[in-house]
């Protein structure tokens, strides 16, 4: 197993429910965050009597504190295991997303909140559904799951098949894919997740954005589909194999951005400081 940390999360945006947890909630209740006073018939709760503030009341009631309660949010990871995540020039790309859900999982329990995985290629792997719940080797399960499975072709159908659980529920949400397969039907997919906070975690391989840098013939293989062909290597294809690469990049983020998602990039190796300062920009 390799060596994972866990990141800091937060929203940007306040969090509804009953649970209590360590993000800024908006419901009232025993929390730290003052909201205001009210008086003490209307809220009868001596434990928050303000006597300061009950004594400077012109209208001489007894006043309370009222506060905000944290509270805690569901967390899933959406995982496309599909064929072409098994490829990586020195690590399979779904091993990058073992690896970052090791450390999600560390992330999730640290903060008391619940991490539940669903997983898709070409349809839902039901095989792969772990519900969410708070538990500390939640990750380590979910991780040795993707390690050990196999999957076929992929495409936006499994991916809405898979997050029609999360249609409409209030959580975070990481969709983790490597993205390649025709994006016409993911603006469907997404749009299903608007009540949740998204992140996009794509991993690519460096093999596959940046060409051989040697002249020459090169066998090239589709995992998807397992099509080969011939390519000789040259200067004029190694521009357009980079500016195939930005052009997709660049694709996925104004797919995104539509939808005021931003994306997380992963190649060789995930990062978990990065992570953690992803979150600190989007929240602030």
Not at 164 to 174: D, K, S
Request: glycine share 8%; aromatic share 8%.
């Amino acid at each position: 197993m390799s060596e994972h940390r866990e990141f800091h999360y937060r929203l940007p945006q306040r969090i509804g429910g009953w649970r209590p947890g360590s993000h800024r909630g908006s419901s009232l209740g025993a929390g730290l965050e003052f909201v205001s006073h009210m008086r003490l018939y209307d809220r009868p709760d001596p434990r928050r009597l303000d006597l300061r503030a009950s004594l400077r009341n012109i209208q001489q009631e007894w006043l309370v504190r009222v506060n905000r309660q944290q509270a805690s949010i569901p967390v899933h990871a959406v995982v496309d295991v599909s064929a072409s995540m098994a490829f990586g020039s020195r690590r399979s790309k779904l091993d990058i997303a073992a690896e970052f859900i090791e450390a999600l999982g560390q992330s999730t329990f640290k903060v008391g909140d619940a991490l539940g995985m669903l997983a898709f290629d070409s349809r839902e792997r039901t095989d792969l559904f772990v519900p969410a719940m708070v538990s500390r080797g939640m990750g380590d399960t979910m991780a040795t799951l993707l390690r050990s499975c196999s999957g076929a072709a992929g495409d936006t159908a499994g991916l809405q098949d898979a997050i029609q659980h999360l249609a409409g529920r209030r959580g975070l949400v990481f969709l983790v894919s490597d993205f390649h397969w025709p994006l016409a039907g993911m603006s469907v997919a997404l749009d299903s997740l608007v009540q949740s906070f998204v992140v996009p975690v794509v991993i690519w391989d460096a093999a596959e954005i940046e060409p051989p840098t040697h002249n020459g013939l090169a066998q090239l293989r589709d995992v998807e589909s397992g099509t080969q062909r011939t390519l000789w290597i040259r200067p004029r294809i190694r521009e357009k194999w980079l500016e195939s690469a930005n052009e997709r990049r660049n694709e996925l983020n104004r797919v995104f951005a539509a939808r005021a998602m931003r994306a997380f990039y992963v190649t060789g190796r995930f990062d978990s400081e990065a992570m953690s300062q992803y979150f600190f920009e989007v929240a602030a």
